[in-house]
């Protein structure tokens, strides 16, 4: 499965954007699919998690609340409202599809595809 991922920009804190990942491949229904952020001189970090079924999710703390990953597997797209957007939210966004045996796991290194990232950039 190909990933890309869409979605970002500017907006001001408070505010909202809704980041979406587009899949090519007929499998993307079997992935269980994730969004991390890397800040400027941060390490990636896990924000959301999905599994393929739809069934479970698992968030990050800090984004708890706020945050809502979802997906389509009509559409092969997997996304990511968020709400209530902070700076500190600021980030380059990825998301990430792993095969169903690694499970919900915030474990970056196990996700075996990735899209290219997008830039969320919150104001204050």
């Known amino acids: 499965v190909q990933l890309q991922a869409s979605g970002g920009g500017l907006v001001l804190t408070g505010g909202s954007l809704r980041l979406s990942c587009a899949a090519s491949?007929?499998?993307?229904?079997?992935?269980?699919m994730g969004w991390f952020r890397q800040a400027p001189g941060k390490e990636r970090e896990f924000v959301a998690l999905l599994s393929w079924s739809g069934d479970s999710t698992y968030y990050a703390d800090s984004v708890k609340g706020r945050f809502t990953i979802s997906r389509d597997n009509a559409k092969n797209t997997v996304y990511l409202q968020m709400n209530s957007l902070k700076p500190e939210d600021t980030a380059v966004y990825y998301c990430?599809?792993?095969?169903?045996?690694?499970?919900?796991?915030?474990?970056?290194?196990?996700?075996?595809?990735w899209g290219q990232g997008t830039q969320v950039t919150v104001s204050s």
């Open positions: 990430a599809a792993g095969v169903r045996r690694i499970g919900l796991t915030s474990n970056g290194r196990l996700y075996e595809e």
């Open positions: 491949g007929r499998t993307f229904s079997s992935y269980n």
